[in-house]
């Protein structure tokens, strides 16, 4: 397992469900076994200050509450997540279960109860002395208070969990960390490239799975060690299988350098968020695609979506414009992500599941008019080809033609080229 995979496996440790709660968990144990140890440092004579006959029932009443508490508040967020893979999409249940506010809260509480309980079986063995308990003392005290901020900020925080509104946030915030990481580094440290060259030596994948991270300092570094060129094939994102592969080099390479060069991409089986900026755009048009759905028929949502994901885009382009692009690696070649694959991305279904509904039409020729005038190098091509796409489409959706011709008006009005109609054809001849 090479440094890349260690760095990704701890990152995501570090934002499961259950990292706080054990962090939390050994704190206490930690407090309750060196609280003898701290007893002793205490001035003599400071027990008499305190009445410590209640530090037993203090500890009783935070072992006795704190995991019903604990056990209600995992039933709840379980729930939460089932309302929102079903009212938006599952793919984003991994930006929910990494709240900050509920993995406190669910931490504090089950924390809490571990140190009532411990502390109460020290108390039954005879393990702390005057001073010691008034440290369990003190630290119950602040213990409580713990809990008191934890309830009241759970109790905030249950206002929206899981709410539609709640999940598209979550994901422009982890599309717009992906897409500023991309404008910091478009090619990744590599010299630019704008297509594959031909008559290159592949290295292929051992596993089929998504490209989820790729090491480009180290892939560099090999590229120096070997003297050769390397041509990245897969960016993270990318499906990776025996037929496509994950690099181009300038030279054939043993089963030793293939198997190093293999080493600096982490492959999995789902997509993340991380490093792939199109998959936070496939997540937030998933959620307007069923919110179209004939069962749902949210037109409201997705025209959020359509606006959250333009404001993603027209970040990203500033971001580009102002980024230095800096090639810190002469011999490792990158193609940039390509902003035909995230127009698509963003907004080609959400035109296929909403081409009848006239409000959801024109809010998208809007965004698209908008992204083309922001950044013309950019989006400009690609938004007129989407344009007249969205177009077609409404052409064969939309039942009334005043909608039609109100939807064709807006698109000229915004400048984009309304493609000949079908419908009109027909209609003349």
């Not at 990704?8 to 003898?36: C, D, G, K």
């Amino acid at each position: 397992m090479g440094p890349i995979h260690l760095r990704i496996l701890w990152s995501r440790i570090r934002r499961t469900l259950w990292f706080t709660p054990a962090l939390y968990a050994v704190v206490a144990l930690l407090v309750l076994s060196t609280a003898p140890l701290v007893g002793r440092m205490l001035p003599s004579g400071v027990n008499n200050l305190i009445g410590l006959d209640g530090v037993y029932d203090l500890l009783d009443v935070l072992s006795n509450s704190l995991l019903a508490v604990s056990i209600f508040s995992l039933g709840i967020m379980v729930s939460s997540l089932q309302a929102a893979a079903g009212a938006a999409t599952p793919r984003a249940r991994p930006l929910l279960t990494e709240d900050r506010t509920a993995q406190n809260a669910i931490s504090t509480f089950l924390g809490g109860f571990i140190y009532g309980i411990v502390g109460l079986v020290g108390l039954s063995t005879n393990y702390y002395g005057d001073a010691a308990k008034v440290v369990l003392f003190v630290v119950t005290c602040a213990v409580i208070v713990a809990v008191i901020v934890a309830l009241i900020r759970w109790i905030a925080r249950l206002s929206n969990l899981g709410d539609v509104s709640e999940v598209i946030d979550l994901v422009e915030r982890a599309a717009t960390r992906s897409f500023q990481a991309d404008a910091a580094e478009p090619w990744l440290g590599g010299v630019p490239m704008t297509s594959l060259p031909e008559g290159r030596f592949a290295v292929h994948p051992v596993r089929m799975g998504f490209v989820q991270a790729v090491n480009s300092d180290e892939l560099a570094a090999l590229a120096e060690e070997w003297d050769i060129d390397l041509h990245l094939a897969a960016r993270p994102g990318a499906y990776s299988d025996p037929n496509r592969p994950l690099l181009l080099a300038s030279r054939a390479l043993d089963e030793e350098q293939r198997d190093a060069a293999r080493a600096c991409f982490v492959i999995g089986g789902q997509r993340t968020f991380e490093a792939d900026p199109r998959f936070a755009m496939i997540v937030l048009s998933e959620t307007a695609s069923r919110a179209l759905s004939p069962g749902i028929n949210d037109p409201g949502t997705a025209i959020d979506v359509i606006g959250t994901s333009s404001r993603v885009l027209a970040d990203w382009a500033k971001a580009l414009d102002e980024a230095k692009g800096e090639v810190r690696h002469r011999r490792l070649h990158v193609g940039r992500l390509a902003p035909e694959d995230v127009l698509e991305d963003a907004f080609r279904w959400i035109a296929r599941d909403g081409a009848g509904q006239l409000e959801v039409q024109i809010r998208l020729q809007r965004a698209l008019a908008s992204l083309s005038a922001g950044a013309p190098q950019l989006f400009g091509h690609p938004a007129r080809a989407l344009s007249e796409e969205a177009l077609l489409r409404a052409e064969q959706a939309m039942t009334l033609d005043q909608d039609l011709d109100r939807l064709r008006a807006e698109a000229a009005r915004l400048g984009f080229r309304c493609p000949d109609s079908p419908r009109s054809a027909r209609s003349a001849g």
